[in-house]
């Protein structure tokens, strides 16, 4: 059974920084690896993504202060935050998936690409 836990949410003043982990377990076929999140009342949205090769891909909000990563021998996805702000503030959600080919390309930046999903972990950003 696959399974993904994430961890290291919390609350934080503007300007400061959590570093988020997912944890997997179970036999995922993947090909992307991701971060989404969810704010009240509005639609979830991708943050962050990292292909098979490595390759990142980051949402425009967060592109320099937030980083992903990965650690293959302990199943691990991160998601480094820095210099937070309070439109941070949602329940972030770690996705495994598949991905999906466009014109010969693989894609992991929407939520089609992913099959998996964990069940959040809240981040709160104060002003």
């Known amino acids: 059974q696959v399974q993904l836990v994430e961890s290291g949410g919390g609350s934080v003043q503007a300007g400061g920084s959590l570093r988020l982990s997912c944890a997997a377990s179970g036999y995922i076929y993947r090909s992307c690896m991701g971060w989404f999140r969810q704010a009240p009342g509005k639609e979830r949205e991708r943050v962050a993504s990292?292909?098979?090769?490595?390759?990142?891909s980051y949402a425009a909000s967060v592109k320099g202060r937030f980083t992903i990563s990965e650690d293959n021998a302990k199943r691990t996805l991160y998601l480094q935050m820095n210099s937070l702000k309070p439109e941070d503030t949602a329940m972030y959600y770690c996705?495994?998936?598949?991905?999906?080919?466009?014109?010969?390309?693989?894609?992991?930046?929407?939520?089609?690409?992913?099959?998996?999903w964990g069940q959040g972990t809240q981040v709160t950003v104060s002003s």
């Open positions: 996705a495994a998936g598949a991905g999906y080919y466009s014109a010969g390309a693989l894609h992991c930046s929407s939520q089609r690409s992913f099959d998996y």
């Open positions: 990292i292909d098979r090769d490595g390759t990142t």
